[in-house]
């Protein structure tokens, strides 16, 4: 049977919380490669086993382990416990799509994963049927805009902040970049910028967070009342 995964309604009044966590993966940040290999899942272990450089591998290590660690608190269960399922936000079809982390009794949440260089957030929502989603990029000079919708003009590391927002929107709402992006509204709610994404009914919530010098990144929620806190993770 397929299941529609859909966002709950946010009460205005409702107080939304988002934790963010900035995960080091450079290979002298990773944990035990046995004890990171034993929390993944097999499709995690395939994707592991097509990297060829050791970096990569390492990194990827660290990273899902920070991942599944965080998730399996929050859940609850131990690391190697969380399992997913996916949703697109596009099609609304179940099978692919969005990753959500689910629980041996059912219980999911919303949470996002992003990493670039030598570093990768992290995004969980504390509140039930409200999804977040996170992205960072490490800022590059002599980047060229010039194709990319999302970005209008402007310096080089504005450009790296208007596409981290357009990421963690159509992440939030699990539909996936297309050649329409993600319009604001004109509406703003303190550090929160609305914007409208193609292919979703409701309005979504954008904003900078804190990330490590050199980087841009941003996070998007479906609740304007969202409160993030960030923090570093430590194995």
Request: glycine share 8%; with cysteine; charged share 25%.
């Amino acid at each position: 049977m397929s299941v529609t995964l859909e966002a709950a309604p946010v009460s205005p009044s409702r107080t939304v919380g988002v934790r963010i966590w900035t995960v080091a993966t450079a290979p002298a940040a990773a944990v035990p490669y046995d004890e990171a290999y034993a929390v993944l899942d097999a499709s995690e272990r395939a994707r592991l086993a097509g990297m060829r450089r050791v970096g990569d591998r390492m990194r990827y290590l660290a990273i899902h382990h920070a991942f599944r660690t965080l998730l399996g608190r929050r859940l609850g269960v131990s690391a190697e416990e969380v399992s997913f399922r996916r949703h697109c936000g596009k099609c609304r079809e179940d099978g692919h799509g969005k990753p959500r982390p689910v629980g041996p009794d059912g219980t999911d949440l919303s949470a996002s994963l992003s990493h670039s260089g030598a570093y990768a957030l992290i995004a969980v929502s504390d509140t039930p049927g409200v999804e977040v989603g996170v992205d960072i990029e490490r800022v590059r000079p002599h980047m060229d805009w010039s194709a990319i919708p999302c970005v209008e003009g402007g310096r080089t590391t504005h450009g790296f902040e208007q596409w981290t927002r357009a990421e963690a929107l159509v992440k939030a709402a699990g539909t996936g970049l297309s050649r329409t992006p993600p319009r604001y509204t004109g509406r703003v709610f303190g550090a929160w910028r609305a914007a409208t994404v193609p292919h979703s009914a409701q309005e979504w919530y954008v904003r900078s967070v804190r990330c490590p010098d050199g980087y841009a990144a941003s996070v998007a929620s479906a609740s304007a009342d969202t409160r993030v806190s960030t923090a570093s993770w430590r194995s």
